[in-house]
Structures are given as structure tokens and as C-alpha cells.
């Protein structure tokens, strides 16, 4: 089906519409090449690795305009607005479901978030979201059942903030949304819940529908950009993983190649050995000694050039802000770049939002970014938990789709 108000929607801001076999549209928004230098002078002067692909330098990729979601059930996955994000799905069958679109269409990979991430730091973009049950956490306190309501007082439900007319105690008979006699509607300052998502014990909701969000929700402040990039659902990353702790990733962007194995015994997975004299690095069989892990040392998640010790493999769940990541110099006195490039690591005088978390297990790791409906200030572009395993699948861990540029499709 052609959607010519999608179409119109798309070109104004400079995007593309993508058709599968169905004729079902996706949204994609064009970032074309750049250097990893023009992001962070002290990066290298090549291209950012979100732009190789199976030995292809691109000119541009395409990410997804919105969060996955579905248009028939169990079906294909799409960047659409107006759509309840795709939720409680596992790694592997998100991934699947987004290739099942054609043109390339794969799983954001951690090349795209690391580009992402570093184009927010560039620019000092700082992208507010659901993060707080349907609005973010710096833009109004949430309406809650039990309080003491004064007059004047504002609070935030289903993206919209109300002022208190009358004093009186919250319950569900009075909820702003539909109580006019005690609160006056204001501005919009959230998303639209998925409605479903919505009971007497949740009033609130949990996500919101991709795109209903206000401008400041959208990346570098621009409706046509990315929607909803902080909370709402963790967005799957493909193309890393933790496995005893030590940081694997597949190299360039090779995880969006059409069939690549991103499978937990794929031969694709590479460690990283650090050089001893400089910022630069070898990719290297896993296991290798002397490659980089995370570890906890002195209450900071910290990154080490050294295997972890059976006591450091007590499977607690830890996080440190992104910004403050630490880094062992005894073992590690070069950060390997390609860790700031891809967002593992912080660039130094970076202030982007956002809370990493390891969980410290033998087990394999998989990745999400950006945060939750939940997460509050932990939430942020530099958000990125690794305690998830594959399989893991709830209503705040979603991802979004994203694909090779193709020439001939412009």
C-alpha cells in the first residue's frame, strides 16, 4: 500500500519510504558518511565504522525513523508512527522479523548507536523521552493515586500536563484526564500510551506510541530525525556482546550485513587487544589474554586489559554513569579508539546522559540502549545495559530496524 501522507511527510524532511513484498512501508532517516574525527578530534580520520559493511564503505545509512512495530500479528517489523512499539520479544526473533523486510532491512547495530551517540556529543544534543511512564522525568511530575492535590499544583498523565482547579486527594475517580471539574489541561509535554497498557493498577501506562512525542523527544531537536531514541523500551544493539566480561563485537558494521551470523557461536565474534603504545588496537580470537573486559574496581564499572578473577564473577548487576566509566591504567594505558567509536566508552569532557550496567556473570551478555519507561535519569543516549540474555523479552526492551543504502532505491 502506498501512504502518499507518508510519502509527503518523508521527502519534506528529506527521508525514505521503503516498500517490502506487501507493499508496507518503513521510514528511514539518511546519516551519510562522516569521519570519526569531525565527531571527537581526538578520534581518527577515517570513516565511522557505522558506514562499512562487508567491506562496502557507504555513502550513507539508513535508520529507522521510529521503533519497530507490527502491522499483522507475528508479522514483518516496520518504522511507522502512530504505532504501539514492538515489545516483550527476544534478540533473535526481533532480528528475524526485521529482515524480513527486504532492501538489507537488519537490527540497529552498535556502530549506529556509537555514530548516534557521538553526534550528540558533537552537537550537544540531549533527547528527552518516556522515561517516566509516559513523559519524561525533567518535564512534570507524574499524577499519582493517594495525594494530597493543592490548588495550582501540576502534574503529567498521558502526555499531558494539568493544573490543579481545587484541593482534593487523588484517586481514580479524579484523574486529570477526564476530571475537568478539578484539573485544567495544559500542555503537551509526553506521548500517547499504548492503550492497552492501561489498568486501574496503571493508570499511567507504560509505552507510547512511536512518534506521538513532543519535538523535544526527537534527536537533535528535529521532527524529522529519529523519535523516541531515550526511554520508552530499550532498543536491542546488535554487533557486541560481554561474554566472561570481556567486550566482543563483530567488526565494522558486519552485524547489518544481509545473513550475517549474529548467532552466540558465530565465528564473527572478535576481542579486542589493545595496543601497548598507543590508542590503537587488534582484533583477536575471544579469549585472547590481555583483551578488554569490564570489571568493578573502587565502585566504578571500569575497563581492563585482564581477565577477571572468579571472585569478580558474582553475578550482582552493576552501573556506573556513562561519563565516569572508568579505566585501569596499569593494565590499560591506552583506551582503544574503536571503544569511543562505537559508544562503549566515553570520549574524555563527555556529558551525554545516560547509565551503563553490567551484569558481572560468565554468561553471555547481550546489549540495549537508550532506557525505559522507568529509568528516569538513568535514561539517556548513553544508556546501555548489558544484563540481558538473549532470550530475554518485557515490555521495556524493544529495538528498531535499519538498512543498507541501496542506490537504486533513491
Known amino acids: 500500500m502506498i501512504n502518499t501522507a507518508l510519502e509527503l511527510a518523508a521527502r519534506r524532511h528529506g527521508n525514505k519510504v521503503l516498500y517490502d513484498a506487501k507493499g508496507n ?9 562522516m569521519q570519526s574525527s569531525f565527531l571527537d578530534a581526538s578520534l581518527p580520520g577515517h570513516a565511522h ?37 514492538m515489545v516483550s520479544l527476544g534478540m533473535d526473533p526481533f532480528l528475524t522479523r526485521m529482515q524480513a523486510f527486504r532492501y538489507g532491512v537488519s537490527g540497529m547495530t552498535i556502530a549506529d548507536h556509537g555514530l548516534i551517540l ?15 511512564y509516559g513523559h519524561d522525568y525533567r518535564d512534570g511530575t507524574r499524577w ?45 509535554v509526553g506521548g500517547v500510551p499504548v492503550e492497552s497498557q492501561i489498568s486501574e493498577s496503571n493508570y499511567s501506562g507504560l509505552n507510547t506510541i512511536t512518534g506521538s512525542g513532543p519535538r523535544s523527544w526527537c534527536l537533535g531537536n528535529d521532527v524529522g530525525s529519529l523519535n523516541d531514541v531515550v526511554g520508552n523500551a530499550n532498543e536491542q544493539v546488535y554487533g557486541v556482546r560481554l561474554v566472561n566480561c570481556e567486550i566482543q563485537i563483530i567488526p565494522d558494521n558486519d552485524a547489518a550485513a544481509p545473513g550475517a551470523d549474529l548467532s552466540a557461536n558465530s565465528t564473527l565474534w572478535k576481542a579486542i587487544l589493545p595496543n ?27 575497563l581492563v586489559a585482564r581477565e577477571l578473577t572468579d571472585e569478580e564473577f558474582d553475578g550482582v548487576q552493576r552501573n556506573t554513569v556513562f561519563k565516569d566509566v572508568a579505566v585501569d591504567s596499569a593494565t590499560l594505558p591506552y ?39 522507568h529509568s528516569a535519569s538513568d535514561a539517556g543516549p548513553a544508556y546501555l545495559i548489558f544484563s540481558y540474555y538473549r532470550s530475554y523479552a518485557s515490555t521495556f526492551c524493544g529495538g528498531r530496524p535499519r538498512s543498507l543504502w541501496v542506490p537504486d532505491t533513491w
Not at 601497548?276 to 573502587?298: F, N
Not at 569511543?340 to 540502549?369: C, H, N, S, W
Request: charge should be positive; charged fraction near 15%.
Open 144 to 188: 499519582e493515586t493517594g495525594k494530597s492535590i493543592t490548588v495550582g499544583l501540576k502534574r503529567v498523565q498521558f502526555g499531558w500536563e494539568y493544573t490543579a482547579l481545587k484541593p482534593h486527594t487523588s484517586d481514580l475517580t479524579n484523574q486529570p484526564y477526564n476530571s475537568p471539574e478539578y484539573w485544567a489541561k495544559g500542555k503537551q
Open 25 to 33: 512501508p518503513s521510514v528511514f532517516v539518511p546519516f551519510y558518511q
Open 118 to 132: 557521538l553526534m550528540c556529543h558533537k552537537y550537544g544534543w540531549n533527547p528527552h523521552g518516556n522515561n517516566n
Open 276 to 302: 601497548s603504545s598507543d590508542d590503537g588496537y587488534t582484533l583477536v580470537e575471544p579469549g585472547t589474554p590481555g583483551t578488554v573486559h569490564y570489571a568493578w574496581i573502587d565502585g566504578k564499572i571500569t
Open 49 to 85: 565504522p557505522a558506514f562499512t559493511t562487508g567491506g562496502t564503505l557507504y555513502d550513507r545509512i539508513l535508520l529507522g525513523q521510529y521503533m519497530a512495530s507490527e502491522l499483522e500479528t507475528n508479522g514483518t517489523l516496520y518504522s511507522l508512527p502512530g504505532r504501539a512499539p
Open 335 to 373: 583506551v582503544p579508539y574503536i571503544l569511543k567509536e562505537l559508544g562503549l566508552a566515553p570520549i574524555p569532557g563527555m556529558t551525554v546522559p545516560g547509565r551503563l550496567y553490567v551484569q558481572f556473570t560468565r554468561d553471555e551478555r547481550v546489549a540495549r540502549r537508550g532506557g525505559n519507561y
